[in-house]
């Protein structure tokens, strides 16, 4: 039991250092060791009770079953079995696996640049990175020289991209964002019919042939409340599918799907994007996302060359929406700013409340005149992102 205390101990002071959280050292009693204070000031003691065993809190705080063995002393068996120690390594720090799992149980703040040792996963450079990735693939900020940066983004529906958009797009040689799921060939995977007759090796054709841009759009587009789990599985894995199936050109951006992540709300505030688990796990692995955040003259979004995150656009799906639309493009030229233009390809003549394939003509038509004068600008997701409409 010496050696646990020690281990313990050793635990936190490291984190004490980082500095991730106040590290209570008073031992209030024999059975308190040493204790990491969340972010709801709840003390947890990584320690043992006067059984030996973690309290119950730090147990259901860890969320983590106790393992018991003659070796493993205060260890924990994480859900894919793998075991974290609370416990010194050689340098007497954490184990950088063990000191993620307690930040990522925990909810602890990291990333400071003291901590002792990097902790596998947590936040620390990749976001940076992946900007820096976007505006290398792109040469830097992309400066319109007044005109207004507009992107198109289209929601899956993927039959009547092919068959209609994509054409439509080709013949004016207009860039554009395709969003969708690496799951959506699987078997009852949502939305099937629509993407119907297409394949992962067409879409990565056009990534290269056309001005097509992916953006990932989580793994499933299921219905319902998602758990902290599957919201993770859908927003990193779905990245890591469609990346791999589709391996031609890098994935950096995000397409918010209108499905429920754990309170993250499709990301409608800050405090979405900053609090949720959900909203950081976007944020970390994309350098730029859509969401559900207005701009104060929304839907003029302004265009600087830095990044906004989680910004809105207008849906271009219903019946007689162009004419609209037209007006909100040519204002946000004359006030050079931004603007997103989202639709949804099954939409197209898909009712008399729907919009047309005339329509959508008319409105790329527009859209090429509207640049071919110098008036706009249109840019795949990822290039209006990084969009500056200075000179
Ligand atoms: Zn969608």
């Given at each position: 039991m010496e050696i646990l205390n020690q281990s313990v101990k050793k635990a936190g002071d490291a984190i004490a250092a980082a500095p991730?959280?106040?590290?209570?050292?008073?031992?209030?009693?024999?059975?308190?060791?040493?204790?990491?204070?969340?972010?709801?000031?709840?003390?947890?003691?990584?320690?043992?009770?006067?059984?030996?065993?973690?309290?119950?809190?730090?147990?259901?705080?860890?969320?983590?079953?106790?393992?018991?063995?003659?070796?493993?002393?205060?260890?924990?068996?994480?859900?894919d079995n793998r075991l974290t120690w609370l416990t010194h390594d050689e340098s007497g720090g954490p184990t950088p696996y063990a000191l993620d799992r307690l930040q990522k149980s925990l909810a602890l703040p990291t990333g400071s640049p003291?901590?002792?040792?990097?902790?596998?996963?947590?936040?620390?450079?990749?976001?940076?990175?992946?900007?820096?990735?976007l505006r290398l693939l792109h040469g830097g900020t992309i400066r319109t020289a007044g005109a207004a940066p507009v992107c198109m983004i289209f929601d899956h529906g993927l039959y009547n991209f092919k068959?209609?958009?994509?054409?439509?797009?080709?013949?004016?040689?207009?860039?554009?964002?395709?969003?969708?799921?690496?799951?959506?060939?699987?078997?009852?995977?949502?939305?099937?019919?629509?993407?119907?007759?297409?394949?992962?090796?067409?879409?990565?054709?056009?990534?290269?042939?056309?001005?097509?841009?992916i953006a990932n759009h989580g793994a499933t587009h299921r219905a319902g409340t998602l758990t902290e789990a599957e919201a993770q599985d859908d927003i990193v894995n779905g990245l890591k599918e469609l990346q791999a199936a589709l391996p031609s050109k890098r994935i950096l951006t995000w397409v918010q799907p209108a499905i429920e992540y754990p309170g993250f709300?499709?990301?409608?505030?800050?405090?979405?994007w900053t609090d949720t688990e959900s909203g950081k796990l976007i944020y970390q692995h994309h350098a730029a996302a859509t969401g559900t955040m207005r701009a104060v003259n929304q839907p003029q979004i302004p265009r600087d060359g830095n990044i906004v995150q989680g910004a809105y656009g207008v849906w271009l799906d219903a019946a007689s929406s162009v004419a609209t639309i037209k007006t909100q493009i040519t204002a946000a030229a004359t006030a050079h700013r931004g603007i997103i233009l989202r639709h949804h390809p099954k939409s197209i003549d898909g009712g008399s409340?729907?919009?047309?394939?005339?329509?959508?003509?008319?409105?790329?038509?527009?859209?090429?005149?509207?640049?071919?004068?110098?008036?706009?600008?249109?840019?795949?997701?990822?290039?209006?992102?990084?969009?500056?409409?200075?000179y």
């Open positions: 991730l959280a106040r590290v209570s050292t008073a031992e209030p009693s024999k059975d308190a060791v040493g204790g990491i204070v969340d972010q709801d000031n709840r003390l947890t003691w990584l320690t043992h009770d006067e059984s030996g065993g973690p309290t119950p809190y730090a147990k259901q705080k860890l969320g983590l079953p106790t393992i018991e063995t003659e070796t493993a002393t205060g260890g924990f068996l994480d859900k003291s901590t002792p040792t990097t902790p596998t996963g947590a936040p620390t450079n990749r976001h940076a990175m992946l900007e820096n990735e068959n209609i958009v994509l054409p439509l797009l080709r013949a004016r040689g207009l860039a554009s964002t395709l969003a969708i799921n690496s799951r959506m060939y699987a078997a009852g995977a949502a939305n099937t019919f629509e993407n119907r007759e297409t394949t992962f090796a067409e879409i990565d054709a056009w990534t290269v042939a056309d001005k097509v841009e709300n499709n990301g409608a505030t800050t405090a979405n409340t729907l919009i047309t394939t005339a329509e959508l003509t008319d409105l790329l038509d527009f859209l090429k005149a509207e640049q071919d004068a110098g008036h706009i600008r249109v840019l795949t997701f990822g290039q209006w992102s990084i969009a500056d409409t200075g």
